[in-house]
């Protein structure tokens, strides 16, 4: 089956600092790729979805300068977030899909960002 | 607004046909998508549609704004959250906030 990965699975970092989130598509090009975010107890919730060589497109309320999200090729998106604060530790997860509408989104195991 | 709500948690004994239960008031979706998820691990699509299926052990039922999972014959090893999402198509989906299922031997 289709499998995604990320990397690191957990990162602990001081606030001001930049921190850089890859997720890869292993054995599948993924023309989309979709970038979510859990806070304790609640849902996924979308922050962004990006297209191999475009600008992603951010759901409402998640800042595009804060959170950078570049797809250069069809098998690797990377998030960072900027100037990380406390107020960003979070479950971040991907997921990579080969196409839009029916295609099924394949997700990465996650990344437990702490911001001290 | 848009949400999607199931129980946090769903306790059942070994052997049992375990339901979860899932609604919405997402506008323009009518597709479920079921995902079982192993902490540490990447969630995974367990049935999907606008439609009762099966997917082995997993029978999803459908309605328009309500979905039930059904998994037969429960084991320990089901022990896992299971996320009910929502959406039109895979563009864009709605999750609600996990059920944490509880197999109890």
């Known amino acids: 089956g289709a499998v995604v990965s990320q990397h690191p699975s957990w990162v602990i970092c001081k606030s001001g600092t930049s921190v850089k989130i890859e997720c890869r598509s292993l054995?599948?090009?993924?023309?989309?790729m979709f970038w979510y975010r859990q806070f304790p107890k609640q849902s996924l919730m979308l922050m962004a979805t990006?297209?191999?060589?475009?600008?992603?497109?951010?759901e409402q309320g998640v800042e595009k300068d804060k959170f950078l999200i570049n797809h250069a090729s069809l098998t690797l998106s990377t998030l960072t977030v900027t100037s990380a604060h406390p107020e960003d530790s979070s479950f971040y997860i991907c997921?990579?899909?080969?196409?839009?509408?029916?295609?099924?989104?394949?997700f990465g195991p996650g990344t437990r960002l702490t911001v001290t | 607004k848009d949400q999607v709500f199931q129980p946090s948690t769903v306790a059942s004994s070994e052997g049992a046909v375990v339901e979860i239960f899932c609604n919405h008031s997402?506008?323009?979706?009518?597709?479920f998508f079921w995902y079982l998820h192993f902490p540490g691990c990447a969630p995974r699509l367990l049935v999907k549609?606008?439609?009762?299926?099966q997917q082995g052990r997993y029978n999803m039922t459908y309605e328009r704004f309500s979905s039930s999972l059904l998994i037969l014959q429960v084991r320990e090893a089901d022990a896992a959250v299971y996320y009910c999402?929502?959406?039109?198509?895979?563009?864009?989906?709605?999750f609600g906030t996990g059920t944490r299922l509880q197999v109890f031997p």
């Open positions: 997402v506008s323009n979706a009518y597709n």
């Open positions: 997921s990579a899909s080969a196409g839009t509408g029916s295609y099924e989104q394949y």
């Open positions: 549609g606008s439609k009762p299926s």
């Open positions: 999402a929502c959406g039109r198509n895979t563009d864009k989906l709605i």
């Open positions: 054995d599948f090009q993924a023309t989309t």
């Open positions: 990006s297209n191999e060589g475009s600008k992603a497109t951010y």
